[in-house]
Structure formats: structure tokens, C-alpha cells
């Protein structure tokens, strides 16, 4: 297997190209880390650390910056670093940098610095809010290494704040180090492992850290930096040295960087073993293994794994993009061939599609999760028919019939309200069979653009696209009803019925194409061509 997603090898002195490069890392449960190769955040995103928490619930920026600095004979220089709104860029990365890969999905940093080679590998163990970052010493020494974390503690699409006073307080029992944010239940667990050197108390304030690529995009992009302090090691060449933070118990803080690292390749070895053979070379190899970075397991609702544990279930979601995203009903739908079919993982995606059903109400699938809330929303008119579409491929792929037969009720249950009517005015016509769908200050279609108050593009009415997932999902009903032994003649009518009211009724001959919208607000057509 080629364990190698990307090699960068660097020799250059402009840091421009290596601020712009990003990485990320991710742990199963929603959450990440996320940087650039310089080791300079350019975004409120960016962080060393940021889990998936179930109190309080949503992804929380914990080390927003980590900044190390080796000593290595009369050589010394400090990596990482930040860029300030005065434009200065602190850091000398991109003098030592010597090459950047992500082996197995875990970013790898070499850098030399005088007679000393040093790399470092970031991974998340899986299934954990947990982070280890292992250093170790390849040629030359001995150095001395400083690890100084900066906290930020804040939801990650938060405002950014500069907080004047100090917010954190530090907590030393011997080798064991917590630090919580003042009137909040955020607390963080850090060390060294193996237990060595010396953390120093030594807190450190910055001002008017910025962030570009918030500034470039108009959004707010600077805040204050803070550091409780910073440990000191020293390093020779076959001794690793590992700093660990977690939001667990302590017991997470025994996980060093040699068995956290050697886990992770073991489990991504395991993945790529059951990939289909035309993706297990190459580029869509690599494809594949990147796709387990959207597989999770939510990590802000653990209360709804408990639950299903318990009748015999698993809770898988995607995330659909990170950094800010979180599980979308419609991307989770059209996504899911791709990253679950096309890797070999079909127990994931039929556990994708058990928990989406025990998410619909009246007749709807989730249109997103919003982060840090425990509730779904539901304002989503084509979420909902992908589901049936994505149920077909996995029937198809998997040949899992019991599925079929498992979801019946709740896909007879969403015809059902879609021909009665349900929320946001989506129902079908009894004039024509067809679907129409809007309401005021929703956007329904994929096309969801909202800026305040406004929908872009509201598409009020029966769009195109959302007539060809209907009669997928009546035609779908009837073979799968047919299968299962229903009575399946309403949907065939129905499905009939909304093919000949399509045909008649979106054609555009002038144009030679589709319609976009038909018998919108206003009782006309939209015209517009649009990729739908």
C-alpha cells in the first residue's frame, strides 16, 4: 500500500507557498485538527486540537496554536508561530522545513536544523477527543525541546473575542496538568509522554493574532492568544518524545506516540484491505482513504449511540465538509456511494441509513445537524427522495434485502406525507402528481444560499430536479414493495401519473431544455438554465 496521501519536499525561503497549503486530521467523532504546513493558522478554524464534545455540545477550538522551539547546539529557532494584523509572520519554518507528507492520514513534518534532523507526526486515535504529536530526534543532538500550547477554548465558527483578562486557570498535581476556562466546563488534560523534563509555569499573553484567509473573506479575523506555559525536553536520536491533551479522563494521557501512531496505521491498513481492487492503487486509492475522514460516528450526540447500542444498532453520520460543516441529510444521501459503497465499507452505510431513519418526522429527513444543538432541522424538500436513492444503491451493491424490508414503514410513512402534505408547504399537487414546495425564509433546494433574511434563491414552487427524485422513489416503492409482497398499484399510478405531468408540463421547446421551476409564486415558470 502506498501509505503516502501527499509528499511535499521543500527548499525554499518564501513562507507564502507553505502558509497556503492546509492539512487536517480527523478522529471519527466529528472532530479534527487543521492547519497550514508553515504551521501558521490562517483561519478561526484552525487548531492543534479541536474535539467533537458532547458538554457543551459542538466542536471547540482547546489548542488553537502550538509553537515549539529546538535548541540544537548554538542553533536555536522556533517553528510554528502567528501572523499579526500588522502584518508581521513570526515564525522560521520555512528556513528548516525539509519535507511534509500525511502517511496513513497523519501529517508528518521534517525539518533540519543544524546537525539535527527532527520529525514530528500529529494523529488522533480514533474514536477518541484525544491528540498526540511525537517528536522524534533523527540525526544529531543532543537538543533540547519547548512545546508551548495556546488555548483558545471557543466553539470553532465562533466570534473571535480579544479577551483583556486572563480567562484560564492551570491546575499542576505532580506530573498531571488540567487547564479549564473560568464559568465554563471546559477542561483539558495535558502531558508528556514518556513522563520527562519539565513543564514550566511561565504564562504568556500575545495580542492581535490574525488570521488571513478570515481577513481576505471580510469576516472578523483576530484575536488574543494564551499560553499557560511550556514543557521542556530533551531529545537524542532513538528517544521519541510525545505531548498529549485530551478531553477524557486521565487515563487517556497514557497513550503514547508510538502506539497511537502504530494503531492508526494498523486501522487504515485494515480499511484499505476490504477496498474494491479498482480502488486499491493509485489515486483512487488515496481517494479512498481519505474518504474515512467523513465517516463518523457523532460525537456531540453520544446519548443517541447509547441508545442504539442498546437495541442492537450503530449511529454512523458524514460530515459533509469540513472545517464548519456537520451532517447534512442531502449530502449524507448523495455521498454515501462514494465513500462507503465504493470502499468496500457497506456495515457503515447501512448503519448510515438505520440512523437516518430513526431521524425522520412527518415524512421528512433531516436537512442538517446544527452544530451544538441536539435537535435537527428539517426545512429540506430533496434530502428526503436522495434517501431512496441511496437505499437503491445499497440494496444493489450489498444485497442486503433485510434493509428493505427493516425500512418499509418509514418510507411508506414518507410517501404517504408527501401525497397528504407536510411541513414548508412541500406535498404533492393533486392536479398533476407532482411535488411543489416553499415557504417564507427557507431555502428548500439544494441551491440554499441565505444571507440574513434573504434567500438567494428560493425556487418556490415544483422544481425540476425534485420531480425526477419523486418518481425515483415511487418507482423504488414499487419494486421493493413488490419484493416484499405490498400492494404496490398506488404508487405505480402515482408514479405513472408525475411522468406523464413531467413530460407535459417542463419541457421548454423554444429553449430546447427543461424548466427549472414550474407554477411558482407568482403561477408562472422559471426559465432559468441551471445545473439542476
Same mark, same amino acid.
Given at each position: 500500500m502506498n501509505k503516502?496521501?501527499?509528499v511535499l519536499h521543500w527548499k525554499g525561503e518564501d513562507a507564502t507557498l507553505l502558509h497556503q497549503r492546509e492539512w487536517l486530521a480527523t478522529n471519527g467523532l466529528g472532530g479534527f485538527a487543521s492547519g497550514t504546513v508553515l504551521g501558521v493558522n490562517s483561519r478561526r478554524y484552525h487548531g492543534l486540537f479541536v474535539p467533537n464534545l458532547a458538554e457543551p455540545k459542538g466542536r471547540y477550538i482547546m489548542i488553537s496554536r502550538f509553537d515549539e522551539e529546538l535548541i540544537c547546539g548554538e542553533v536555536r529557532t522556533q517553528l510554528g508561530g502567528a501572523q499579526y494584523t500588522d502584518g508581521r509572520l513570526l515564525t522560521k519554518a520555512q528556513h528548516y522545513l525539509e519535507s511534509f507528507s500525511v502517511d496513513h492520514l497523519m501529517p508528518v513534518w521534517t525539518y533540519r536544523i543544524g546537525d539535527c534532523r527532527l520529525e514530528k507526526t500529529l494523529v488522533l486515535p480514533h474514536g477518541q477527543n484525544t491528540v498526540v504529536v511525537q517528536y522524534r530526534l533523527l540525526e544529531g543532538g543532543p537538543a533540547t525541546l519547548h512545546l508551548r500550547p495556546f488555548l483558545a477554548f471557543r466553539r470553532q465558527d465562533a466570534v473571535l473575542r480579544r479577551h483583556e483578562g486572563w480567562p484560564f486557570t492551570l491546575s499542576i498535581t505532580g506530573n498531571r496538568h488540567e487547564v479549564s476556562l473560568l464559568d465554563s466546563p471546559l477542561r483539558m488534560r495535558f502531558g508528556i509522554r514518556p513522563e520527562q523534563g519539565a513543564f514550566v509555569a511561565h504564562p504568556h499573553k500575545e495580542e492581535n493574532i490574525m488570521y488571513q484567509v478570515e481577513r481576505d473573506r471580510g469576516y472578523d479575523h483576530s484575536e488574543n492568544a494564551f499560553s499557560p506555559g511550556y514543557f521542556s525536553v530533551a531529545m537524542s536520536v532513538g528517544q521519541p518524545v510525545s505531548f498529549v491533551a485530551t478531553t477524557q479522563g486521565w487515563e487517556a494521557l497514557e497513550t503514547d506516540g508510538i502506539s497511537a501512531i502504530t494503531a492508526e496505521r494498523e486501522r487504515i491498513e485494515k480499511l484499505m484491505s476490504i477496498v474494491p481492487e479498482k480502488a486499491s492503487k493509485g489515486f483512487a486509492q488515496k481517494l479512498a482513504m481519505a474518504a474515512d475522514q467523513f465517516l463518523i460516528l457523532p460525537g456531540s450526540r453520544l446519548e443517541e449511540t447509547s441508545r442504539a447500542a442498546a437495541s442492537g444498532n450503530e449511529v454512523r453520520t458524514i460530515i459533509a465538509g469540513y472545517h464548519w460543516f456537520g451532517d447534512w441529510g442531502r449530502d449524507t444521501m448523495i455521498s454515501l456511494d462514494g465513500l462507503t459503497l465504493c470502499t468496500g465499507r457497506f456495515r457503515e452505510a447501512g448503519a448510515i441509513l438505520?440512523? *437516518?431513519? @430513526?431521524?425522520?418526522?412527518?415524512?421528512?429527513?433531516?436537512?442538517?445537524?446544527?452544530?451544538?444543538?441536539?435537535?435537527?432541522?428539517y426545512h429540506t424538500v430533496d434530502a428526503t427522495l436522495w434517501y431512496f436513492h441511496a437505499i437503491?444503491?445499497?440494496?444493489?451493491?450489498?444485497?442486503?434485502?433485510?434493509?428493505?424490508n427493516e425500512l418499509w414503514p418509514v418510507l411508506s410513512g414518507i410517501i404517504e406525507h408527501h401525497l397528504r402534505g407536510t411541513h414548508y408547504g412541500i406535498g404533492v399537487d393533486p392536479e398533476d402528481g407532482l411535488v411543489r414546495a416553499g415557504a417564507p425564509g427557507y431555502q428548500l433546494t439544494w441551491m440554499d444560499a441565505k444571507v440574513g433574511d434573504w434567500v438567494v434563491t428560493p425556487r418556490r414552487g415544483k422544481p425540476v430536479e425534485i420531480q425526477a427524485l419523486w418518481h425515483n422513489a415511487?418507482?423504488?416503492?414499487?419494486? +421493493?414493495g413488490t419484493r416484499l409482497g405490498h400492494d404496490v398499484e398506488a404508487y405505480k399510478a402515482h408514479a405513472?401519473?408525475? @411522468?406523464?405531468? *413531467?413530460?407535459?408540463? *417542463? +419541457?421548454?421547446?423554444?429553449?430546447?431544455?427543461?424548466?427549472?421551476? /414550474?407554477?411558482?409564486?407568482?403561477?408562472? /415558470?422559471?426559465?432559468? *438554465?441551471?445545473?439542476?
Open positions: 503516502d496521501l501527499l438505520r440512523t *437516518f431513519s @430513526r431521524y425522520v418526522r412527518d415524512g421528512l429527513l433531516p436537512n442538517l445537524f446544527p452544530e451544538g444543538e441536539r435537535e435537527a432541522l437503491d444503491r445499497y440494496v444493489n451493491v450489498v444485497g442486503d434485502e433485510e434493509i428493505l415511487l418507482n423504488l416503492m414499487v419494486d +421493493w405513472i401519473r408525475a @411522468r406523464n405531468s *413531467f413530460n407535459r408540463r *417542463f +419541457w421548454n421547446e423554444s429553449g430546447r431544455y427543461l424548466n427549472d421551476v /414550474i407554477d411558482t409564486e407568482g403561477g408562472g /415558470i422559471d426559465t432559468s *438554465f441551471r445545473p439542476n
